[in-house]
């Protein structure tokens, strides 16, 4: 079988999606640094997205630049997934481990940052009437990245594919419920703050008086 160096495997995966990640898992390639690297890469493609488009297809009106929503949007939502999906599969006797999950996972995500890094900085060449070339290369980076995650699931799990739609959509739903309880857990720990900077508030003022 190939013997293929970190950049090509990366290479491979992205440019193979019907037997790449096969590879991958029989090689038992993949790196958990580059991994790490692409989620990165994942999180400037949110905020490059969100704040750095051409003023002719989008204007950011945020006078202030808040970092947790791309954080949520790129970061938390990868984890999100790595681990419902590690859950779930779990109990559908998948073979993937959560390390395995998330490299695939990762590299299945390259098509998709790429068409947002392109289309920004087409945004600032192109005019509104040619606005169909970056929905084109949207559709595309992130089509071809829905295949790529689908191979990378079913190939580090094993499964069939009927057995790999049923196990996405499940990842979906533990994905929404633990991020309901990621919102209710943020929102008890502000009343908590509030209710501490109430009372520090109040009793600061006593001392005072």
């Not at 003023?55 to 419902?84: E, H, R």
């Not at 499964?159 to 943020?186: D, E, H, N, P, R």
């Amino acid at each position: 079988m190939m013997d293929l160096t970190t950049k090509e495997w990366v290479k491979h995966a992205v440019t193979h999606p019907f037997e790449g990640f096969e590879d991958m898992r029989w090689k038992k390639s993949g790196s958990l640094k580059v991994a790490f690297l692409i989620v990165f890469l994942l999180f400037l493609a949110t905020i490059a997205d969100g704040r750095l488009y051409g003023f002719q297809f989008g204007v950011s009106y945020d006078k202030t630049f808040n970092i947790i929503p791309y954080i949520v949007k790129s970061i938390v939502l990868f984890a999100a997934w790595v681990v419902g999906n590690w859950s779930i599969c779990t109990l559908l006797d998948g073979e993937g481990t959560m390390k395995n999950i998330c490299i695939y996972s990762a590299y299945a995500l390259v098509p998709y940052i790429a068409q947002i890094f392109i289309t920004v900085i087409l945004s600032h060449f192109l005019i509104q009437d040619e606005v169909v070339f970056i929905q084109a290369i949207r559709i595309i980076g992130t089509g071809w990245s829905v295949i790529l995650l689908f191979s990378a699931i079913k190939s580090v799990h094993q499964y069939s594919f009927g057995k790999t739609v049923f196990a996405i959509v499940l990842t979906i739903a533990a994905m929404l419920i633990m991020l309901f309880l990621l919102v209710l857990f943020m929102s008890l720990v502000q009343q908590v703050y509030i209710f501490l900077s109430t009372i520090y508030t109040e009793i600061s003022y006593r001392i005072r008086v």
